[in-house]
């Protein structure tokens, strides 16, 4: 059984990765990645925690983070896409849509 330390370290380590990739890329595509990538770290952190306490509440809770994201995949690609249709790029510093 691996150490509950490691499991938890790489989960920190994934999530930096993950907040690094949201704040230094412009890609609204890689930012969404990244964003992907921190909810499974957090997901790593709920098994791993759930597996050494012998509970099921986190496994639990991953199925929910899981929905939460394809849900937040669905709707985003279908922005990224239309974004994409109107202005023919999906650098997150040329989008600005909601200037007055």
Not at 28 to 34: D, E, K, N
Not at 81 to 92: A, G, K, P, W, Y
Request: proline share 1%; charged share 10%.
């Amino acid at each position: 059984m691996i150490p509950l330390g490691w499991s938890l370290g790489l989960s920190a380590i994934l999530f930096c990765i993950g907040v690094v990739g949201v704040l230094v890329r412009r890609n609204a595509l890689v930012i969404f990645m990244s964003i992907e990538l921190m909810l499974n770290a957090a997901n790593l952190a709920f098994v791993a925690l759930a597996a050494h306490l012998n509970s099921l509440d986190g496994q639990i809770f991953v199925f929910f983070v899981m929905t939460v994201a394809a849900a937040e995949v669905a709707v985003g690609l279908a922005i990224i896409v239309n974004v994409f249709r109107l202005r023919e790029t999906v650098f997150v510093d040329e989008i600005n849509l909601l200037k007055g």
